[in-house]
Nanobody, 123 residues
Framework: VQLQASGGGLVQPGGSLRLSCAASGIIFSINVMGWYRQAPGKQRELVASAASGGNTDYTDSVKGRFTISRDNAKNTVYLQMNSLKPEDTAVYYC??????????????????WGEGTLVTVSS
């Protein structure tokens, strides 16, 4: 399974960007898809996640500005980022919890990561 992220770049404060991440390979299903970010000198943090059933979650600092969405048919997750701030500058990584198989009642999953895409918010 591979995750290919795109959409990063340089944007002025207050601007918008849309990140995309497509999963490819042998995939039964994907439980959760999400976006993480890591700023220089800081730990990687969860930005937003979207479960297969539609539930979404956001870190407090992006609520009301970012929107995560999924296209389950395409195994793709998006992150619409509006009203960007300099503190949003980071490398953004997509993540997918992929169901790799089942055996009776047990479900086996594995986490996959994209390579990261740089988002720079600066004037």
């Amino acid at each position: 399974v591979q995750l290919q992220a795109s959409g990063g770049g340089l944007v002025q404060p207050g601007g918008s960007l849309r990140l995309s991440c497509a999963a490819s390979g042998i995939i039964f299903s994907i439980n959760v898809m999400g976006w993480y970010r890591q700023a220089p000198g800081k730990q990687r943090e969860l930005v937003a996640s979207a479960a297969s059933g539609g539930n979404t979650d956001y870190t407090d600092s992006v609520k009301g500005r970012f929107t995560i969405s999924r296209d389950n048919a395409k195994n793709t997750v998006y992150l619409q980022m509006n009203s960007l701030k300099p503190e949003d500058t980071a490398v953004y990584y997509c993540n997918a919890e992929v169901v790799t198989g089942t055996f009776g009642p047990r479900v086996y999953t594995k986490d996959y990561w994209g390579e990261g895409t740089l988002v720079t918010v600066s004037s």
